[in-house]
């Protein structure tokens, strides 16, 4: 078992039953111009996470960890997509739409990929998504138990929309979870502060909150 310094206290595991489960890193949500930085949002406050997630990834892949990436996004048809959430808050340009890069969260599009800076490689998986949550209407607990993987450590974004969502979902079915405070982001930064202590609060109701340094210096060790 190896050790993590964190919040509310240390987090142990073991590298061969943990996965990193990297949250929503699209073009969509991070670049300039996409559709996030559209609805009028500061892209660069998500941007400050790609570098830690870099870090992350390639001591993953060093260290033998099961490396999972998720996208949100529909199918093509649209049938997956409930019309409450498309039509939610009114926008001009909505789920399906066009967008700067293509049909807004729609599987397949230039936009609903993963940054270039954190492509998957052979071998890792992902898990494109319909909700918020990244186990809702996926394989992703399949995958995890066929691996024997018992401890996540999560990162990406929105910290209080998906990364919450995953993580609560992950909690429910006994995985064990470590967010990655400055590996996670939100457009708002009073959101991404609350987010991370309700992960951590009475005890680690949720899991644990960890910066990246510690969890290099975990892995490391």
């Not at 870090?55 to 048809?77: D, P």
């Not at 949550?133 to 990406?156: N, P, S």
């Not at 209080?160 to 993580?167: A, F, G």
């Not at 992950?170 to 939100?186: I, K, M, P, Y």
Request: include cysteine; charged fraction near 25%; proline fraction near 5%.
């Amino acid at each position: 078992m190896k050790t993590i310094t964190a919040e509310p206290y240390a987090f142990e595991f073991s590298p061969a039953e943990t996965a990193l489960v990297i949250i929503d890193m699209q073009r969509d949500f991070l670049e300039p111009g996409g559709f996030g930085a559209m609805l009028g949002n500061d892209v660069s406050l998500l941007r400050s996470t790609i570098e830690p997630n870099k870090k992350l990834l390639e001591a993953a892949r060093k260290h033998g960890l099961l490396v999972v990436h998720t996208r949100e996004g529909h199918n093509a048809s649209l049938l997956d997509l409930p019309l409450s959430k498309k039509v939610r808050g009114k926008g001009q340009k909505t789920i399906g739409d066009a967008g700067p890069m293509g049909r807004i969260l729609v599987r397949g599009e230039e936009g609903q990929d993963i940054i270039p800076e954190l492509y998957p490689i052979a071998g890792e998986h992902i898990i494109d998504k319909p909700g918020k949550g990244a186990f809702y209407a996926t394989d992703l607990e399949h995958i995890l138990r066929q691996r024997g993987i018992k401890y996540l450590i999560v990162t990406g974004v929105t910290t209080e929309v998906c990364v919450n969502t995953t993580v609560r979902e992950a909690n429910d079915r006994g995985f064990e979870c470590l967010v990655v405070a400055d590996a996670t982001g939100s457009y708002f930064p009073e959101f991404q502060r609350v987010g991370l202590e309700m992960i951590k609060a009475q005890g680690g109701i949720f899991g644990w909150v960890a910066q990246s340094a510690q969890v290099l210096e975990g892995l490391q060790s």
